[in-house]
């Protein structure tokens, strides 16, 4: 095999973080981050040929069910950062595929953890991957740190420090006429203020993608936040996106005093 045919066992893509991009701290949202990870894993898919291209003749996609975030520092307004991934291990139903975030002087500042399942998009069942997947594609160099996912516990209702309900509409989309992977994120950061990301910021967020939702479906979304003290370094809240009392996502964001 010529050096030029090498499988491409990681793939790195650089940005320049606009103001248009950022949040009202004049960082990286965590829905900014995920959605290039996204875009990322896609390239990477495709330059391996396991991407939609490839699988979808045989009735096959992707669908990212896991993310788990931890970020030292988010980048900020007009400075430039780069996405790594690579593809962490196969199972005959689904890939771990993990990510490295740095920042314009290629210091480290976080690593994201996916995990992405094969489905059967006419059935919308799990697919096998058999004769897809390939340790070939397994980069053996490369380590995250993050562990991972643990099951998260559900929030009770009467328990919980925020809740709102919310209708899903067309801009919640995407091409397959379900609910987006990244909305789903945007609601649960919006049960928090402008002040209170004032005072702290994302260090950690994990969600787990149970069921998919429908244009004009109505869900509940509840966060339990637990705070040690007042003026706590670390704040912890777990958080529920129910549907007629089913999860159909479960998260956790961990706040770091700034």
């Not at 701290?25 to 040929?49: D, Q």
């Not at 067309?170 to 992977?181: T, W």
């Not at 402008?194 to 998919?212: N, Q, S």
């Not at 429908?214 to 637990?226: Q, S």
Request: net charge negative; glycine share 6%; proline share 4%.
């Amino acid at each position: 095999m010529t050096q030029e045919a090498k499988i491409p066992l990681n793939h790195t893509h650089k940005y320049f973080l606009t103001a248009g991009e950022c949040n009202s701290e004049g960082e990286m949202p965590v829905t900014l981050l995920v959605s290039r990870v996204i875009e990322v894993a896609t390239e990477h898919a495709n330059a391996l040929g396991i991407g939609y291209a490839a699988l979808s003749p045989r009735g096959i996609g992707w669908v990212l069910t896991r993310v788990s975030v931890e970020m030292t520092r988010w980048p900020g307004i007009n400075e430039e950062y780069s996405l790594t991934t690579w593809i962490e291990g196969w199972t005959r139903f689904y890939s771990d595929r993990c990510f490295q975030v740095r920042d314009g002087k290629g210091d480290i500042i976080g690593y994201v953890r996916t995990v992405w399942v094969a489905i059967d998009i006419e059935k919308r069942s799990v697919a096998d991957l058999d004769g897809v997947a390939s340790d070939t594609m397994v980069d053996p160099d490369m380590i995250c740190p993050l562990p991972r996912q643990r099951k998260m516990t559900p929030v009770a209702l009467n328990e919980a420090t925020n809740v709102e309900n919310y209708v899903f509409r067309y801009c919640d989309l995407d091409f397959n006429r379900h609910v987006n992977s990244v909305r789903y994120i945007e609601h649960i950061m919006n049960l928090w203020t402008p002040a209170d990301f004032a005072l702290y910021r994302v260090g950690g967020f994990e969600i787990a993608y149970i069921h998919e939702c429908m244009f004009g479906e109505t869900v509940t979304i509840a966060a339990l936040a637990d705070i040690a003290e007042p003026d706590s370094p670390e704040i912890s809240a777990s958080v529920d996106m129910t549907r007629h009392d089913e999860r159909v996502v479960s998260a956790k964001v961990t706040f770091c005093k700034r």
